[in-house]
């Protein structure tokens, strides 16, 4: 079957790491099920696989790729939650010591075909599309369990989110809207500021700039260059939820005894769970919100797409479909 993957590793140019080709189907365990792929979606996560991070040279050659949609054996349409448990696992999966995300242990849904564990399966709503349903299962499940689960944020509080372009950033200012947040956005870049108010962000400010409230909660991906700032931009009591650290994860400054004397919370979070995923399917479709899409390729021309984020082009998420 056609394939997207990685048959060794590079840590400066992950791009000559890249093969689109031929691969053999991937096996299919007891207990689990073949899903044909319709739309997949790209996340950083693949661009580190390549550079040899998360991914072991054991394990190639690797199919790339976490996320999509498609159609399970039954020809139900479906999203593929990308966390894989140990089977012997029960409850929340993303905290299970052996879990692991499609593409890392096993091959990834940048193929015709994906092979995952039968409850790894979540029914599609007919209103999402495949391409909008793919980019649900990494990002956007990711910002959904900082907002909902971990953050705990409800109608009316106030959040900020650092780094406006990012996937998990993007995802969180339209959810965050829709669940009836005030949104406060911040963003190196002018053009970026304009995109987060246009998808729902209430006020945009330049990285770093002092904010005219206190904020209830700040969803975090950017690690060095923003974390002094998150701090000091939370109300005592408030909370900061941190899924990555694309700037670096080494602080300059911790900000301690802000956190201890204004009582805070430092919470992290990672992915999120099967039904929390089905959670957020049910809100795209009640409430008509859509994650943001910056182009769709055919898999075959995959090879663009990852140019594309290497080159940090993107604002929403790269989709490719077959
Ligand atoms: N734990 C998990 O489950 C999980 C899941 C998904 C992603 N992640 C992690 O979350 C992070 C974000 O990933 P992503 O794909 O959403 O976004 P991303 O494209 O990696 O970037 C996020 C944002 O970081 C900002 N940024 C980067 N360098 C900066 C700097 N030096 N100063 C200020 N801002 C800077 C940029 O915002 P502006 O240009 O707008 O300033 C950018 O839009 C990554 O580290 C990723 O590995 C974790």
């Known amino acids: 079957m056609l394939a997207v993957y990685a048959d060794r590793f590079s840590a400066d140019d992950p791009l000559s790491a890249l093969q689109v080709g031929e691969r053999p189907d991937p ?14 979606s790209l996340n950083h996560h693949d661009l580190f696989s390549l550079r040899g991070v998360g991914l072991r040279e054991e394990a190639l050659p690797m199919i790339l790729g976490c996320d999509a949609a498609g159609h399970d054996e039954d020809g139900n349409e479906v999203v593929v939650h990308a966390v894989i448990s140990d089977p012997s696992w029960t409850g929340d999966e993303t905290l299970d010591p052996r879990r692991s995300l499609l593409s890392e242990r096993y091959q990834g849904t940048f193929a015709e075909r994906v092979a995952v564990p039968r409850r790894n399966v979540v029914p599609k709503p007919a209103s999402l599309s495949f391409e909008e349903a793919a980019c649900l299962p990494t990002a956007w499940l990711t910002a959904y369990r900082m907002l909902f689960t971990r953050g705990g944020l409800h109608a009316g509080e106030t959040v900020l989110v650092q780094g406006a372009g990012g996937g998990v950033a993007t995802a ?19 053009a970026k500021r304009a995109r987060a108010l246009e998808l729902g962000a209430h006020e945009a400010f330049e990285s770093g700039a ?28 408030g909370r900061i939820i941190t899924s990555g650290t694309t700037s670096g994860p080494k602080l300059d400054d911790a900000e301690l005894t802000r956190i201890f004397f204004l009582q805070l919370s430092v919470i992290g979070s990672t992915m999120g769970t ?11 479709d009640a409430t008509g919100v859509r994650p943001l899409i910056d182009r769709t390729l055919p898999m075959t021309d995959a090879r663009a797409g990852f140019a594309a984020m290497l080159e940090g082009e993107q604002f929403g998420k790269i989709v490719f479909t077959r």
Request: proline share 4%; net charge positive; aromatic share 2%.
């Open 274 to 284: 099967r039904d929390e995923l089905a959670g957020l399917v049910a809100m795209l």
């Open 27 to 40: 096996e299919v365990p007891d207990g689990w099920t073949t899903v044909t792929v319709k739309a997949a």
């Open 172 to 190: 969180a200012i339209v959810l965050g809207r829709a669940a009836g947040l005030r949104v406060l956005v911040t963003s190196r870049d002018e």
């Open 210 to 237: 002092r904010l005219p409230v206190k904020v209830d909660a700040v969803i975090e991906t950017v690690g060095r260059a923003t974390w002094s700032h998150s701090i000091r931009s939370l109300r005592p009591g």
